[in-house]
C-alpha cells in the first residue's frame, strides 16, 4: 500500500467512521488440520500533546480538528466493530498546551503541595480509555524526569521504553540496566473465527529518539543515556520471545527516513521493520500521516493531537499448536476525527469532558490573564522569509532577561561582552498543518498569547561563542532553504520543508543576509555536506564586520545551549542557566514592557539575486492573504496542497539595477534615518536628509545639505536655505523664484523654460530638442540629448556628457565634465582628471588618494568610519567599509565606476554615476542627486519600502544633480549669469 497523504472526504469518511470494516478473509477452525484464524486490530494513537479537549487554548475558541476526546469516539467504534483489539499510544501526549503547563504548575508547586492520589487528567482519559500499553515520547521528559516519574506512577497500565537506560557511568554497556520497563509481553483472551476462546501472547517494546539526550541535556544529563533505536530492538525481540509472545509490536517515537540506516538516526522506523519477528511497526514523532507496507510489515502513523486513529488489522493462523502472523494480510488504515475545514465526524466523548471539565475550565481562565498591551498584530504567517515581529518579541525578551541579570556581581567577568539573542519560529505550518501559526490581534496579550508565541516549557541558557561560532550557527539556520537557482526561471520552492522551522534561528543583535544561490552546509542533522558552502554574507555587529575572534554571549532555551550537535553552539561555554522558563521571563518582559511595539527590527535578509525573471514560493496559511503589504515583496499565488496557501516572494535585484546606498552612524538622530553624512542633531522628520547639521526640519524630507528653516514646501529641496518656494519642489540648489514648469529643475532661478522641463542649470531658452541638458544655451545638438553644460558641437555618440565642447568622443558616453582623453577604465566619471582611478567606484569630487573600499564615498575625506555606508559628508579616511561615500580625492582606481568627478572618456558602463545627467537611467536606485529608485527606511514602522519605477517612467530621460550641488552648496546662492560664465569657463579649460 501506499502512503496515504488524506483520507477520502465527505460521506466515504463518515460511513467508513460508522459501519464495520470488512475484515481480512480469514481460514476457519478446521477440526481435521487443528488450524485456527483470529483477527487482531491494533489500534494507535501518538502526538496528542494534551490537547484532551477539542479546543484551542490559544484562540480559546474549539477546534473539532483535535482532541483526544474525539478520538476516543473512534476507538469505541473501532472496538465494536473487531472480536479482538488492543490500544497503545507511541509517546508526546504529556506536553504541547497551556493545559499541561497549567497542571505541571500545579503539581509542582511547592506552596500548595497537591493531593498525593491526585491523578494527571491526561492519564485519567486514558485510564478510562483502558489502554493496554504506551511508550514515551521525547517531550515526555520536558518537565524532568521526577515530574514524569510522579505522574506516569498513576496509570492503570505499563508504561515502557526500551532504549533508555540509567547513566551508571561506568562506559561498560554490558551491564546497564534499563531506566523504565523495556518491554512488555501480556496474553489476551481472544476469539477465533470459529468462535472459540484463544490465548495470544502479544510483547510491545518502545523507543525515543536517541537526540532527547541533546534535546533535554539540563534534564537528562549524569541521569540517563539513550542508545540507538535498531540496535536496542535486535536485544529486545530475542527476549520477548523467549518469553512466548506471539505478536511483536514496536511503538517507535521515530518517523520515517529511508536515505540509510546508521548508528543513532532520530527517524529509525523503516529500518525496525528489518527487524526479525518485528510484525508491526506503530510509529510517531513527524508528525505525519502513514498507513504502508515497510518490507512486508504494516506501519501506522496517526498524525498528531488526536487527529486521527491509527488501525492495523492482522490476521493469525494457529499451525502444530503455535501462533503465526500472515503478514500478506495485514491492513493499515486511518480513521480521521474531523475533515480538513474542522467539520466532525464524530462527536466527543462526554464521559472524558466531564472527567476534566475543572482543569479545561482552569487552564481557559489561565491564559485569560491579562499580561500586557500591543500596538500591532502578532502572527508568524511569514516567519520563515522575513524577519518576524513573533521572533522579535521573544528574542528582545530574552535579550532584556540576560542583560538585567548579568548587572549582578557574579556576572562582571562578563562586562562589555555584547549580548546576543536566538530565537526561532515554532508555530509555522510545516508538519503541523496550515492553522498551525501565531495570529495576536492587537490590543490586549494575555497568557495564552505568550504560550501562543512559545509553546515549549524551555527555560533560558546564556552561552559564550566567538564570531567564527556564531557564524557556524547561522550557516546551520540557514539549511532552511533550498538552494535557488538564479537562471532558472520557472517555479523554485524557497523554504526546506524537511527543515524543523525549531532549528531556524534568528540571531538578533546581527546584521547579516543569507545566499540562497549557496548550498546548505549542513542538513538537518548538523551534518557537513558542502563544506565550502558560505550562506551568511555581510555580516555586521553595530556596523562593523565580525572578527572570528570577537566574543559574544547569546541568550537562548536550553534546548540550544546544551547540545553537543547544532554547529556553533556546541563549542561554546554556557555561562548562565536560568531557573524560569521562557515563557516567563517574557510575560515578566510584558509586566516590564506594558505596551509592546512588535515591530521587527529587519536584522536579516535574503541577499538579492541578480535575476530579471526568478520565481521563488513558499506556502502559508490562507489566512495569511491580509498580512501582505501592496507595497511589499510577498504576493498571493493560490491554493496549495494539504490546505496552504502559495505565496511568491520578490528576492531578486534586477540586472540593471544600481546599488543601494543608505546613511550609517548619524549621531543620534530618533528619526533621522536615512541621513547622510555630518552630525544631525535629533531632526524629528529629518527622513533622507544629506549633510550638515539640520535643526528640527519640520518638513524638510529628503534635503540634502545645509541647514534649512522650516522650508514648508521645500521636500526634496538639495542645499541651501529655500524660504518657502511654493512649487520649488524637487528644486536643488538656491532659492528659485516660482518657476511654474520649473518642477525638478536643479539650481538657479529659471524663468518659465517651456520645455526646460528637468533642466539642471542656468536660464535655458526653448532648447526644442535639449529635454534634460544641464546648463547653458545649446543650439540644437542633434544627438546631444542629456548633455549637461556648454555649446556642444554635434558630437555623434556624445549621449550623456555633461560638460564642455568634447569632439567626437565615440564611446564617451555618460561622461559629465570637461575634455577627457580616452580613460580604458574610467567608467563613469564625473568632473575632473583622475588618474586611472583602480578602486574608486562611485566617488563623487575630488582627487581621493586610494581609499580602498570608498565605494561611492560623498564628501570630503572621511576619517576611518568603519559602517560609514552611504555617509555623504565629513572627512573619514582608509574608510574600510564606506560603500556609498561621495567625496574624497582618490587617485588610481582600476574599477571607477560611477566616480563623479575627473574626466575619464570610454567609460563602458555608466553604472553608478552620482552627478551626471544620464539618459533613460533603469534603476539608479538611492544614488545621490541622480534619477531613480528612492529607499525610505521608516524607523517607525521599520520596514523598508522600495518605490519602483513604471514602464512609463523608465522611459523617460532623466537630469541629474547640478554642478552647484556638486562643489558646495554655497555656490547656490550665486547668480545665474555667473554660474553660466563659470560653467563655459570650465568647459573650455
Sequence with gaps: MKKSKKMLAGATLAIGVIAPQVLPATAHADGQTGESTVNLRILETSDIHVNLMNYDYYQTKTDNKVGL????????????EAKNSVLFDDGDALQGTPLGDY?????????KPMDPSYTHPLYRLMNLMKYDVISLGNHEFNYGLDYLNKVISKTEFPVINSNVYKDDKDNNEENDQNYFKPYHVFEKEVEDESGQKQKVKIGVMGFV????????????????????????????????KAEGADVIVALAHSGVDKSGYNVGMENASYYLTEVPDVDAVLMGHSHTEVNDVFNGVPVVMPGVFGSNL???????????GKWEVQKEQSKPQLRPIADSKGNPFVQSDEKLVNEIKDEHQAT??????AVGKTTAPINSYFSLVQDDPSVQLVTNAQKWYVEEEFKKTEYEKYKGIPVLSAGAPFKAGGRNGATYYTDIPAGTLAIKNVADLYVYPNTLYAVKV?????????????????????????????????????????LDGLKYEIDVTQPAKYDKDGKVVNANANRIVNMTYEGKPVADNQEFIVATNNYRGSSQTFPGVSK???????????????????????????????????????????????DSSPNAQKYIKKDGKISYVGPSENEFAKYAIDITKKNDDDKETGGENPTTPPTGEGNNGGNPTTPPTGEGNNGGNPTTPPTGEGNNGENPTTPPTGEGNNGGNPTTPPTGEGNNGGNPTTPPTGEGNNGENPTTPPTGEGNNGGNPTTPPTGEGNNGGNPTTPPTGEGNNGGNPTTPPTGEGNNGGNPTTPPTGEGNNGGNPTTPPTGEGNNGGNPTTPPTGEGNNGGNPTTPPTGEGNNGGNPTTPPTGEGNNGENPTPPPTGEGNNGGNPTTPPTGEGNNGGNPTTPPTDEGRNGENPTTPPTNEANNAGSGQTTTDNQNSKETTTVSENKEDRDLPKTGTSVASTIGAGLAFVGAGLLLLFRRKKANR
Design 69 to 80: 476526546v474525539q478520538t476516543a469516539t473512534l476507538v469505541n467504534k473501532a472496538r465494536e
Design 310 to 320: 491509527g488501525i492495523i488489522d492482522m490476521q493469525l493462523k494457529k499451525v502444530n
Design 103 to 111: 497542571v505541571a504548575n500545579k503539581i509542582n508547586d511547592p506552596k
Design 572 to 618: 561554546g561555554e554556557v555561562v548562565y542557566q536560568s531557573q524560569d522558563e521562557t515563557r516567563q521571563i517574557i510575560v515578566k518582559y510584558m509586566q516590564e514592557t506594558p505596551v509592546i511595539d512588535p515591530a521587527a527590527d529587519k536584522n536579516w535578509t535574503f541577499k538579492p539575486i541578480v535575476a530579471d525573471k526568478l520565481h521563488t514560493t513558499f
Design 209 to 240: 529518539p536517541p537526540q532527547v539526550m541533546n534535546w533535554d541535556k539540563a534534564n537528562l544529563e549524569g541521569k540517563v543515556k539513550a542508545k540507538d533505536i535498531v540496535e536496542t530492538a535486535k536485544k529486545m525481540v530475542p527476549k520477548m
Design 364 to 369: 481557559i481562565d489561565y491564559v485569560n490573564t
Design 466 to 506: 566567538n564570531g567564527a561560532q556564531v557564524k557556524e550557527w547561522l550557516e546551520m539556520s540557514a539549511g532552511q532553504f533550498n538552494q535557488i537557482d538564479p537562471k532558472k526561471t520557472e517555479e523554485q520552492p524557497l523554504v526546506n520543508i524537511g527543515y524543523p522551522t525549531y532549528n531556524f534561528d534568528i
